[in-house]
Nanobody
């Protein structure tokens, strides 16, 4: 059974950094990070196309977050710097995302179980 496993979440103060990792047998095609805060819809944070040719970011994280992938390790990463309280959410790894440009997951997406990121002011 294909799966994705996230790690690297935690609690930090505003201005701090975290690095999320995601790996698993479900690794394929466009990969992305999504997040969901309590009471809000899940939203795309960053995506990376096949072979890492293109990346895309939610406007509010541009310049602070960096997504990368390592095909040999079947892993993606999200380096998060200058974290803000509004970045607090459950972060999910996604594989086989239908639209990398628009971070539209589509019906064939595979989700990880998530890792919690909490940023205190």
């Amino acid at each position: 059974q294909m799966e994705l496993v996230e790690s690297g979440g935690g609690s930090v103060q505003a201005g701090g950094s975290l690095r999320l990792s995601c790996t698993g047998s479900g690794y394929r095609n466009c990969m992305a990070w999504f997040r969901q805060a309590p009471g809000k819809d899940r939203e795309g944070v960053a995506s990376v196309s096949n072979r890492g040719i293109f990346t895309n970011y939610k406007d509010s994280v541009k310049g602070r977050f960096t997504i990368s992938r390592d095909d040999a390790k079947k892993a993606i990463y999200l380096q998060m710097n200058s974290l803000k309280p509004e970045d607090t959410a459950m972060y999910y790894c996604a594989a086989n995302v239908a639209s990398c440009d628009h971070m539209d997951p589509g019906i064939g997406v595979l989700w990880g179980r998530g890792t919690q990121v909490t940023v205190s002011s």
